[in-house]
């Protein structure tokens, strides 16, 4: 006989390819997911970079550091604006030159929560990490923000209007002054623990309208007002499931040019991933705002001299349950140290 036959894959052949090619993508897909996050952590290192450089160039610029929250844009003297951060200053030195002359035409007159102002709008290439998606949930008329000024370890009364006689002041961008009614502002001479050794930025997630500034795959619930009486309450209820009680930040990164710590800023005292804690409700409460973000086992920050470093979720946090100091070494350990411009601490290896 002559001929040939034609023979097809069997069952149990076909099922054996299926399994080798789902053994494949289950091995593959890992990989690539490391690899995308890998980038997306490397975009937001570049991205701190470059407001490191915004900063000095600022400062080179006008002598002095744009202060976390002010009345208008330093070093004016105008008193027309209300609850600023330093980022409308740096604009000129993150080529954003045309925003910041709109803002100018204004004599800096406005306020950085009316959402219905053009300039507010404007979302700024490079301040938000790739990392949070977060960001895809959000109002898209109005700017975001993931990387935050340092407010130092203030554990309490972190106060945007005063400083509470120093609380508050400890960081590299406090708010306003108690007698300078522009803005508190530091020099980088005045850093005098080292810029190599003091966090001048970080990221937050940001918070989902109407929800939580939280990691994903953590909960939260409220707690009340309760932290006037005991700001570490947001610590202490910390359990097992890895479920925080406290009252939970709910405006971290919602408008690009707010002041406001809440919004804008961030301490270092609990450590990062950990749970925002406010006094109230409000978006301009008082309280601990440690930096998060969606990146595993940490945060990336920005240190003084335009340094950027990953920071692990376990690094030491000193006493917790120790207060907050206004001068001196600071009790919340390595971390602590990198948030105090002057505690005359010696920081270690972090």
């Known amino acids: 006989m002559s001929g040939r036959m034609n023979r097809g894959f069997t069952l149990i052949e076909l099922l054996v390819v299926i399994a080798i090619i789902a053994t494949l993508v289950a091995i593959l897909l890992p990989a690539v997911q490391q690899a995308r996050e890998a980038a997306r952590r490397s975009t937001c290192k570049n991205n701190l970079k470059q407001l490191g450089l915004a900063l000095h160039n600022y400062h080179d610029t006008y002598n002095i550091l744009p202060p976390g929250c002010y009345l208008t844009t330093q070093p004016s003297t105008d008193f027309g604006g209300r609850r600023q951060n330093g980022l409308v200053g740096m604009l000129p030195f993150l080529e954003q030159s045309a925003l910041y002359d709109q803002f100018a035409a204004m004599n800096f007159r406005f306020r950085p929560w009316d959402n219905s102002l053009a300039p507010n709008q404007v979302q700024v290439p490079g301040l938000l990490c790739p990392s949070d998606s977060r960001v895809t949930n959000q109002d898209a008329t109005v700017g975001k923000l993931n990387y935050m000024f340092s407010r130092g370890d203030s554990i309490q009364d972190n106060n945007h209007w005063v400083g509470n006689g120093g609380r508050g002041m400890r960081g590299m ?70 479920t925080y009680t406290g009252n939970v930040g709910t405006f971290a990164g919602v408008r690009t040019f707010d002041g406001t710590p809440a919004v804008s800023g961030f301490t270092t005292t609990i450590g990062p991933n950990k749970p925002s804690c406010g006094n109230s409700g409000s978006d301009h409460a008082d309280g601990i705002f440690d930096p998060t973000s969606q990146h595993a086992g940490g945060v990336n920050i920005l240190l003084g001299d335009g340094a950027v470093r990953f920071v692990s979720d376990s690094i030491d946090t000193g006493n917790l349950s120790l207060p907050g100091v206004n001068s001196g070494r600071s009790p919340y350990g390595v971390w602590g140290s990198v948030g105090s411009i002057n505690g005359g601490e010696v920081v270690s290896e972090f």
Request: aromatic fraction near 4%.
């Open 173 to 242: 961008f406090p708010g306003l002054g108690e007698t300078n009614a522009i803005g508190k502002a530091y020099r980088m001479a005045d850093i005098l623990d080292g810029l190599s050794n003091t966090v001048a930025m970080s990221e937050r997630i940001i918070a989902k309208t109407g929800g939580r500034q939280v990691k994903d795959g953590v909960t939260a619930s409220g707690l009340g007002g309760n932290f006037r009486t005991n700001p570490l309450l947001c610590v202490l209820q910390i359990n097992s499931s890895r």
